[in-house]
């Protein structure tokens, strides 16, 4: 396991998630764009993950998938999947026109659904472990 590359996830996830609040607090609010940022943040977390138990992920953008996935080394992982579920509309085809109509609820729905993973105990274990870890 490369704790680099699971620090690397992290962060990014992190990114995403930190630009989908900036862009909700802007005076015009991108709603697909605050969701897509959310889907994205969920999915780095699942792929950190992933990694750090030695397991290549698979190129998707399914959330559920990869939570699945994820709930194969770790049960609990089924406890955020109706997150992932949530969010997983907003992986890749919101980035297309005449897809999806979102809105502001749609809005609270995706940040409370990255809030409850970010902050899941897993993930949370995972980013004190690679914090400690010096490479």
């Given at each position: 396991?490369?704790?680099?590359?699971?620090?690397?996830?992290?962060?990014?996830?992190?990114?995403?998630?930190?630009?989908?609040?900036?862009?909700?607090?802007?005076?015009?609010?991108?709603?697909?764009?605050?969701?897509?940022?959310?889907?994205?943040?969920?999915?780095?977390?699942?792929?950190?993950?992933?990694?750090?138990?030695?397991?290549?992920?698979?190129?998707?953008?399914?959330?559920?998938?990869?939570?699945?996935?994820?709930?194969?080394?770790?049960?609990?992982?089924?406890?955020?999947?109706d997150e992932c579920?949530?969010?997983?509309?907003?992986?890749?085809?919101?980035?297309?026109?005449?897809?999806?109509?979102?809105?502001?609820?749609?809005?609270?729905?995706?940040?409370?659904?990255?809030?409850?993973?970010?902050?899941?105990?897993?993930?949370?274990?995972?980013?004190?472990?690679?914090?400690?870890?010096?490479?």
């Amino acid at each position: 396991m490369n704790t680099h590359d699971v620090r690397e996830w992290l962060r990014m996830a992190d990114n995403d998630f930190d630009t989908a609040l900036l862009l909700n607090v802007a005076v015009r609010r991108h709603y697909e764009i605050i969701c897509y940022h959310c889907a994205q943040a969920v999915e780095k977390y699942l792929k950190g993950f992933l990694i750090f138990n030695d397991i290549l992920p698979m190129k998707t953008h399914n959330l559920t998938r990869l939570n699945t996935d994820c709930t194969e080394l770790d049960a609990n992982f089924i406890l955020v999947y109706d997150e992932c579920e949530i969010l997983n509309r907003f992986a890749t085809d919101i980035r297309y026109p005449n897809q999806y109509e979102t809105n502001d609820v749609d809005v609270v729905r995706a940040i409370a659904a990255v809030e409850k993973v970010r902050n899941f105990k897993p993930i949370l274990d995972l980013r004190a472990i690679v914090a400690d870890i010096q490479e």
